[in-house]
């Protein structure tokens, strides 16, 4: 431990502490040449049912099940969460099948189809992957936006430090290395 908080109070003294922060010229100017970079892309929050199904499952059953449930859910006389968190065999039952916000390429391929394709408030029908039979609900939707400077100018600044950082790191210890006189010796 002693060693480890040595070479940490080195790695700060040697990199850290020499790093400058970069201007606000110098964000800006590390914003318009990213500029096509600085877009968030679109998000969409849903809620599922999954009923599982693997080499001992029933698949004739299971999507019974599901398809049960599908009907259940339109009928509206049930909340489609307090259906989840009854049904669902996914870990985001309890949080009435709840998956939060995600982007594209976060998913199975034909989970996130159907999650994009919905409009909000809408039902999916069944869809099959290969973790089983889902209904998707669609909560909320975010569309793709550009960010402007003022909004990610905290974290540009951050993210130019940290590259500083790793860029003098890789320096200071290739010049470590370059210097260092290593010599073998007899094992006894």
């Known amino acids: 431990v002693k060693e480890q908080l040595m070479v940490i109070k080195l790695i700060d003294q040697e990199v850290k502490a020499k790093v400058v922060p970069p201007t606000d010229i110098e964000i800006e100017d590390f914003y318009k040449q990213n500029e096509s970079e600085m877009v968030e892309p679109e998000q969409v929050r849903v809620r599922h049912i999954l009923i599982r199904v693997n ?44 998956l939060g916000f995600f982007i594209r390429g976060q998913m199975v391929r034909k989970f996130e189809d159907a999650a994009f394709a919905l409009q909000v408030g809408e039902l999916s029908g069944v869809v099959e992957t290969e973790y089983g039979y889902h209904i998707i609900q669609c909560v909320e939707k975010k569309a793709a936006e550009k960010k402007n400077l003022e909004e990610i100018k905290d974290y540009l600044r951050n993210f130019i430090i940290q590259k500083k950082m790793e860029e003098r790191y890789e320096k200071w210890l290739r010049r470590l290395r370059d210097t260092a006189s290593i010599t073998m010796g007899e094992i006894e």
């Open 55 to 98: 080499e001992n499952t029933d698949k004739n059953q299971a999507l019974k099940k599901i398809r049960d449930i599908l009907k259940e859910a339109k009928e509206g006389k049930t909340s489609f969460g307090e259906l989840a968190k009854k049904y669902s065999e996914d870990a985001s039952a309890s949080r009435g099948g709840d």
